[in-house]
């Protein structure tokens, strides 16, 4: 199995923090989010990829619920394997999408060539240390608006420490990661 391979079977499923949402609640802890991650492969729906295409590309449907209001926030990811470890690249939602509709199941065929890379999110690197995939990276969504990741991926769990900054002011994000754990 390739590094890519192993990283995918820990990061494909269906994952939410509901341990630690209750644990954080029972604390009378009510601003952390419950969160939920379905993380799908869909290269079976990308039509017309190149022949020797080594990557494989994820839909995520995160969910975060908050103050009893749920908002979805989808991406389209590209995993390859790099010499440095394994490269996920953001994709933009294809034509005929938005947060709310794009999901795996309501995914239809899209053209490779038709997909475009994020222009705002700078590639994340992982490196596998000790048994477990660490890595993220800084984005400048714009010259005020910072997006720091930083993500921890075990057999065990999914950490996701996500944090938003506009003019050095922290806009989104908690103090500990949301711990994702397979249901």
Same mark, same amino acid.
């Given at each position: ?83 440095? =470890?394994? &490269?996920?690249?953001? @994709? !933009?939602? /294809?034509?005929? #999408? ?69 003019? =050095?002011? &922290?806009?989104?994000? @908690? !103090?500990? /990661?949301?711990? #994702?754990?397979?249901?």
């Amino acid at each position: 199995m390739s590094k890519l391979e192993a990283f995918m079977n820990i990061l494909t499923g269906k994952f939410d923090n509901r341990e630690q949402y209750k644990r954080f609640q029972d604390q009378g802890m009510r601003h952390f989010p419950f969160a939920e991650h379905i993380n799908t492969i869909c290269n079976d729906k990308i039509i017309h990829l190149p022949e020797d295409f080594k990557g494989i590309f994820l839909v995520e449907e995160s969910y975060y619920t908050s103050e009893g209001k749920t908002h979805a926030a989808p991406h389209l990811f590209l995993f390859t394997e790099k010499e440095e =470890g394994i &490269k996920l690249t953001s @994709y !933009d939602i /294809p034509n005929g #999408y938005d947060k709310t509709t794009f999901t795996y199941d309501a995914l239809r065929d899209v053209e490779y060539s038709c997909l475009k890379k994020s222009e705002k999110f700078t590639p994340a690197i992982y490196v596998l240390k000790n048994g477990v995939w660490e890595g993220g990276s800084v984005s400048m969504f714009s010259p005020v608006l910072k997006f720091t990741l930083f993500e921890r991926f075990s057999e065990e769990r999914l950490e996701v420490t996500e944090m938003m900054e506009a003019n =050095g002011k &922290k806009t989104f994000g @908690y !103090d500990e /990661p949301i711990i #994702y754990k397979r249901k």
